[in-house]
């Protein structure tokens, strides 16, 4: 049963921590996306990779937060320092470009409070 | 910048009648439209995918159209039943990659 998965589920944190959130995409998968997820705003998309490469980040603070692809089976996002508007839920997914009409296939999510 | 909106926000039926969520969005140049079900602390299910050349999908109890003229979708679910109870995103996608989501429609289905 190929899934998304992201480690913790769960995280509190106090202000100024550094958070990092990991998600392993489905094997042989080539697109990974991070998103956010608040009331406010709902879902937005905080970074884009193409086989392991960041294509656009543009919707990510750039001062406190970075994402990476260590390798194909992972990718990380940092928030250092953490603030209490950084809580929310954050979601990885993977898809496959090209095939599959390229459907994102999403995690279980990170639920992130910073108090 | 492409904005998709999606009424009613909420909404809540008895079990067997049939569900109509509408989704608008602003910008006609699209790839496709996807359709996907949350459930409460739970990740995204996608549910149907409509191609812009298409103007419907259909699965099981579901069925979606997609009017790109008008920017308009909507998801129809027949004969509603209790495990339908989730919220219901629609998401644009408007290049090779990039989705805009809906802030949702969340369905309460009464037994």
């Known amino acids: 049963d190929a899934r998304v998965t992201q480690t913790p589920r769960h995280k509190v944190t106090e202000m100024g921590q550094e958070v990092t959130m990991r998600c392993q995409p489905i094997l042989g998968h080539n697109t990974v996306f991070w998103y956010r997820q608040t009331m406010m705003q709902g879902l937005e998309l905080l970074a884009y990779?193409?086989?392991?490469?960041?294509?656009?980040d543009s919707g990510m603070p750039k001062d406190r937060f970075s994402a990476e692809m260590p390798d194909a089976t992972l990718a990380t996002l940092k928030i250092q320092p953490s603030e209490p508007r950084d809580s929310a839920v954050y979601f990885c997914?993977?898809?496959?470009?090209?095939?599959?009409?390229?459907?994102?296939?999403f995690g279980a999510g990170t639920r992130l409070s910073v108090l | 910048k492409q904005e998709v909106t999606q009424i009613p926000a909420a909404l809540s039926v008895p079990e067997g009648e049939n569900l109509v969520l509408n989704c608008s969005f602003t910008d006609s140049a699209i790839y496709n439209l996807q359709w996907f079900r949350q459930d409460p602390g739970k990740g995204l299910t996608s549910l149907l995918l409509?191609?812009?050349?298409?103007r419907e999908q259909t699965s099981g109890r579901l069925n979606a159209s997609l009017d790109k003229s008008s920017g308009r979708s909507t998801l129809y679910i027949a004969a509603s039943q209790p495990g339908d109870s989730a919220t219901y995103l629609c998401a644009v996608r408007s290049n090779d990659y990039k989705l805009s989501f809906g802030a949702g429609t969340t369905v309460t289905v009464r037994a």
């Open positions: 997914a993977s898809g496959l470009e090209g095939v599959a009409k390229n459907i994102q296939y």
């Open positions: 409509i191609q812009s050349s298409q």
């Open positions: 990779f193409r086989n392991r490469a960041p294509l656009d």
